[in-house]
């Protein structure tokens, strides 16, 4: 039997995160009141002009020089004619053939630590529609509605579009695509990227053909998609439909499809394919885009390190597992954080163990993000070089730390002051346990009897009785010699 | 007193009322008694504004005995009704905006008002200013006030109309093809067309978005000057309006031509238009060669192609432009069973048949396999036509030609579309290349089977941005000719 | 350059205005007529001409992304054909 690889292309379309809309003043929010938010421009009332967010720009620029895109000297907006009652002028202004970014790649790793790269197409800026609410049917779908309500604030938001070759070849890659392309996003402050408030929204082109072949085949397009949860099941559900389609001696159509979350799986929307006539032209309210060379020098020197850099710093250099630098990196403050604490450390090792250990436990606990507690990674680092010099024990350290996130500053201060450190004098470890021999005979006698496990209850006893700062290594070396 | 205000130019009405002589209330009374007297045989407002008028009127008077000096001060001013004027039905002369209430006001109104001027009310146009007689119009008639059986030309004819029936000093219009130039011409009146770029879009419901352009339409030069100097420059708001110093063309106006080279273009013979206005535009180039000019040929090669070029770009523009007019947030709606039928209905039923044809020629031009033949290529002629225009005015400082094919003809006349649009032959090419461009009364003709002689137009136009030569030139022409000085009859009766 | 012809009944659909069959057939001959006259581009070389989308240059017009007022909901929804509660209301949506 033929056995089918799958080709996949994703769409992004994610809402940038600037103050104001893409072409006029009014603000750039999730939610509120309907219509609260709208001005003549993003009405489209008559007479109204656009004129483009200079902010929304450059966090186009900065998005394409952090995916290596090329920035054209050149780049212009288009009119993307069609009607629909939540597009304001019934036509959007888009990009058509001149987009502020060309290719790119997003690089992104699977949990093995496998990198992997898929080229971007392009990116291009345009404007967000309202939003319909469908009614009258009961349950909110636009089958059987009786009508619908239109909300404007969502109306002109800058939307920049991301659209990838179709070079990812499994359900669990895009996946991974889409979390390193979020994650790139959010590192570089242009998008909060929130799939449930529709920041971040996408579409999957989905193809198979035979393995080994070239040749793509007939594609197509998933829509309704709201969690990456559901960008897998759907890609999983539309590759199994049309292999098994294929299997049996059909034939794939080219067709939107949507998926269905409670159903588990994708549903024609457009039966037929409906030529979309959308007569793109360039819009004459708007004069070309030239960004200035030394601007975009600018931006590219001020790009911050993106995820899949990060990641290969992470498991390259400082020797982390891909889970623990998948997990740092998906919180990149804490990442940030962390990379402070090795830098003051020079042991990325403990400094992991600290950060997603203890600190992480932590701030589960108290609801206070890592980054933003009371410890410094200075202090952490401080942490870990008590330890490292043998000079605390790890319980004493882990004690410590939960009294640094209480705000007890720098553990250094703290075992001088309350001479918390370890005890590795001999003569002083020598007293404990010639105490701990003489106050517990019958346990002696059992160790020299051949219960050498009762030892461990002898060394507690020393631990307690030194309040835990003799040596543990020291006092087991000792009481060994000692029992004989 | 009254009859003397409102045949009083708006740099006299300004230097008076800043001068105290005379009060903005008494002007704008002036003129709204005007309006009453004759505008149910003119039609020139499709909304008079009285309250606000009255209103305006006041604040410039209280501003003025505050101290202030403001250019315009007291003048009435006519708007074109597709320019939006806050709290003010603004209709563009179509059923689809019928009752829609502007929430804003334009740039250039605003400018106006800022400096000075009181609104007296909107006027009549063609629908969404296609045409070239306000016979386009949805909403009235508008007759030419120079003999009420012709059109006053158009699209701006209400605002042509209002202003030489003496019904406002000052008429704001808009041009896209000739819209403000052709009914300049057909009314007696000066009526200019910046760059454009010049004057701000914003608020100017649009029609063809790089065409478009707002200017005035007056009975002196010098009033065209002061109301450009008021309403242009850069604004924010409009993303293609020109970020470059505006220099005051008012203290530009010259007294002669000498030192200047005047070009009249070889393609634009006027042996076709007739005997009578042959003779007009032979008498009034040599009007400019008396006044020191110096008359050079020079060559349009591809002018000819305006009409053609024209006739693609605006309509496409155009059926994206009045896209959103689709009865979802404003104006009209027809109900239907869904929202298709709803849109289907609404648009038929809003718009007029010339508006539906540009529409739908535009819809065309752009559609998949006909762009490239159609609008691509329309804008590659359209950067021929340019170049020719570059390539003449290294040989001229200006260009003289008529400004419409014609004096203003009757109602009916022109019944085929095709017909219609030969009216902008010669002001078209001009707004393709985004030149200042203005239309200067030239002489009168008796058309054939016309009673009272009919004003006609001389168009002068000037490289881009060089509205102050271009103003100067035609103040000293009107200077030396007077052709201005003729009223409109029905004003003559109404004053007796 | 292409045909006189035009196809009013799809291009009517596409911009969603409704046409009596007396209209297409007016419409159908006084466009043709028109694409007849524009038709007059053909003879232009324009092969190494480039487009004029705007005629006078400019650039990079853009504004500073600061917050201005809005409009005032019941100014916006005064004018609405059909409204509910602080919505646009429209008929049924019907997936094309």
Redesign the interface.
Known sequence: MTQYEAVIGIECHVELK???KMF????NEFGG????????VC???????????????EYMIRAGLAFGAEIPAFS?FD?K?Y???DM????QISQYDMPLTLGGVVKYWLEDGTMKACRLTRIHLEEDTGK???A?SGDGR??G????????NRAGVPLMECVSEPEIYSAPDAVAYLGALRSTLLQLGVSDVKMEEGSLRCDANVSIRPAGTTELGTKTEIKNMNSFRSVQRAIESEIERQTQLLESGGRIVQETRGWDEAHAVTHS??SKE??H?Y????D?????????RDAVDRVKAALPEVPWQRFERFTGAYGLNPKQATQLIENSALAEYFDRVVSASKNPQQSTNFVLGDLSRLANESGVAVARSRVSPEHVAELIGLVESNAINSKIAKALLDRMWDGAGSPKTLVEKESLAQTSDPAAIEKFVDDAIAANANVVAEYRAGKTNVAGFLVGAIMKASRGKADPALVKDLLHKKLG | MENGIIERNAADIARDVNAGKLSAAEVIEATLGQVDAVDSRVGAYLTVVHDLARERAAAVDARVRAGERLPLAGVPIAVKDNMCLTGTRTTCASKILERWTAPYTATAVARMLEAGCVPVGKTNLDEFAMGSSCENSALGVTRNPYDLSRVPGGSSGGSAAAVAAREAAIGLGSDTGGSIREPGAFCNLVGFKPTYGRVSRYGLIAFASSLDQIGPLTRTVEDAALAYDAMGGYDPMDATSIDRPLEPTAQALRADLHGLRVGIVREFGTKELGADLDAAYVRAYHDLEALGAQLVEVSLPTADYGLATYYLIAPAECSSNLSRFDGVRYGLRVEGDDVQSMYEKTRAAGFGPEVKRRILIGTHALSTGYYDAYYVRAQKARTLIARDFEKAFAGCDLIACPAASSAAFSFNAKSDPYSMYMMDYYTIPMSLAGLPALSVPCGWVTPPGGVEPMPLGLQLCAPLFAESLLLGAAHAFERATMHAQKHAPLTARTRA | MSSDKIDVRYVAKLARIALTDDEVDRFGAQLGDLLAHVNALAELDTNAVPATAQVVESRNVERADSVRPCLDREVVLAQAPQRQGGFFRVPRIIAE
């Open positions: 600037t103050a104001t006029c003043g009014c603000p009141e309907p219509n609260t938010k709208v001005c003549p009405l489209g009332m008559p007479g109204a002009l656009p004129v483009p967010n200079a902010k929304a720009i212009k009119r004619n009607f629909y009652p304001p002028k019934d036509y319909s609410t469908h009258g636009i089958a509605s009786s009508y619908s309500l239109v909300d404007f929307m457009r409906q030529a006539d007569r793109y032209f360039p004459p309210d708007l004069v070309p885009l030239e960004p200035a």
